[in-house]
């Protein structure tokens, strides 16, 4: 059932958690995933456990990505013209790139998804600021760093390389970005949700830490990305549903963002028929006449949260309208899909599609990595084991002190 227009109104979920709570939330939902040899794989019978949902989580954000990337800043007109319903990835040119990138290459966003994964990944916990920037401070090579920018995002180049420089403090990177408001924190964070799943009020504060490396600190995108990446990280419990997620971001929403999220939600809940919630979303975000204006958090993030109310969290219906809806649809189409995948599984992902993905990023000398999907999946579970085992030392630590 697609949420209402009071979902935001319902019962809190950002009360704060209890450490002990917490990590039994979060054991219950690792309990659905065995080892095999140095590898983590989802128990067969339980296909939404918690590591089906990362790896839904991930492959959303590579496939909505690299399925939008070809058709980035058209029109809704121009990608019906050209390809009727995009349902499937093509090659596609990017900036500073000579050769074509072949289908099923993700974008400069997805770089950025990439490097706090693999900063998560081996620092094997929560992340901040400046462990992001000590990781591309550990890319020795400079030769595959500079590579690493061609594939970035343009505006991040500059911000890789004063961060590598180790020059200048990593809190204050973002206030060398030229514009504001962008939808970073909404398309690229999603393993700081992940690192900290089931726990939307963790998820909130380290957007705003590691924010400072991509985002002037007056950015609209820390409050934006707050509110997406809780709805996030709700949705790896194993009781979420599209209205608990939905609810969480409007929990962790200033009334500002409530406000602009209740308006898109409405236009979600009231329009069954894909073709007029196109046009009405189109109506609604449809600003020009200032740089960047189409990737503007705000956009975003209710467009991602309005498509994935209305598709009722089916991954295929979500990727497809979001990738068709024009303006930036790798970045919309990546925030959505990540939401799909995670409350889905990759279970419910069709397996050629990851495929896809997976063989053009082995073939992508521009990335901060050419890891399969499922590997962040994995190196993002092991961190977030490490992280529970340590709460559960605390919390018998306390126990033992009385607490």
């Excluded at 790896?236 to 406000?259: C, H, L, M, N, Q």
Aim: hydrophobic fraction near 45%.
């Amino acid at each position: 059932m697609s949420p209402d227009k009071n979902t935001l109104d319902g019962p809190s979920v950002g009360s704060p958690h209890g450490r002990r709570k917490f990590a039994g939330i979060v054991g219950g939902a690792l309990a659905g995933s065995i080892v095999l040899g140095d590898r983590l794989w989802a128990d067969p019978a339980q296909p939404r456990s918690l590591f089906d949902k990362f790896y839904g989580c991930v492959a959303g954000a590579f496939i909505g990505a690299a399925m939008g990337a070809p058709v980035a800043l058209w029109s809704e007109e121009q990608i019906a013209k050209k390809y009727g319903t995009l349902k499937s990835f093509h090659p596609f040119r990017s900036e500073g790139i000579a050769a074509m990138r072949p289908a099923g290459t993700t974008d400069g966003g997805a770089e950025q998804f990439k490097h706090i994964a693999l900063a998560i990944i081996a620092k094997q916990d929560r992340v901040t600021a400046e462990d992001l920037v000590n990781h591309w401070i550990g890319i020795k090579d400079d030769k595959k760093f500079e590579a690493m920018k061609l594939g970035a995002a343009p505006f991040d180049r500059p911000l890789m390389a004063m961060g590598r420089s180790g020059l200048i403090p990593a809190g204050i990177i973002g206030t060398h970005v030229p514009y504001s408001h962008q939808n970073i924190t909404v398309r690229s964070f999603q393993p700081i949700a992940m690192i900290n799943a089931c726990d939307p009020a963790e998820a909130v504060r380290d957007v705003h830490d590691v924010g400072r490396v991509y985002q002037p600190l007056h950015s609209d995108g820390y409050h934006w990305g707050a509110s997406f990446q809780a709805a996030l990280a709700m949705a790896f419990r194993p009781d979420a549903t599209v209205d608990s997620v939905i609810a969480a971001a409007g929990e962790y929403a200033d009334r500002k963002i409530r406000r602009n999220l209740k308006r898109a939600l409405a236009v979600a809940a009231k329009q069954p028929e894909p073709a007029q919630l196109r046009k009405e979303l189109t109506e609604m975000y449809c600003a020009k006449g200032v740089k960047c204006a189409e990737t503007y958090a705000a956009e975003a993030a209710c467009k991602a949260l309005a498509i994935f109310a209305a598709m009722k969290g089916n991954f295929e219906d979500t990727i497809v309208f979001a990738v068709n809806l024009g303006r930036d649809t790798a970045g919309v189409a990546s925030a959505a899909g990540a939401l799909a995948g995670a409350l889905s599984g990759a279970s419910a992902i069709p397996a050629e599609w990851i495929r896809t993905v997976d063989d053009a990023a082995r073939r992508n000398n521009y990335t901060a990595s050419q890891l399969p999907t499922k590997a962040y999946a994995e190196g993002i579970y092991r961190a977030l084991q490490n992280k529970v085992q340590k709460l559960k030392q605390l919390a018998a630590v306390l126990e033992s002190a009385g607490a």
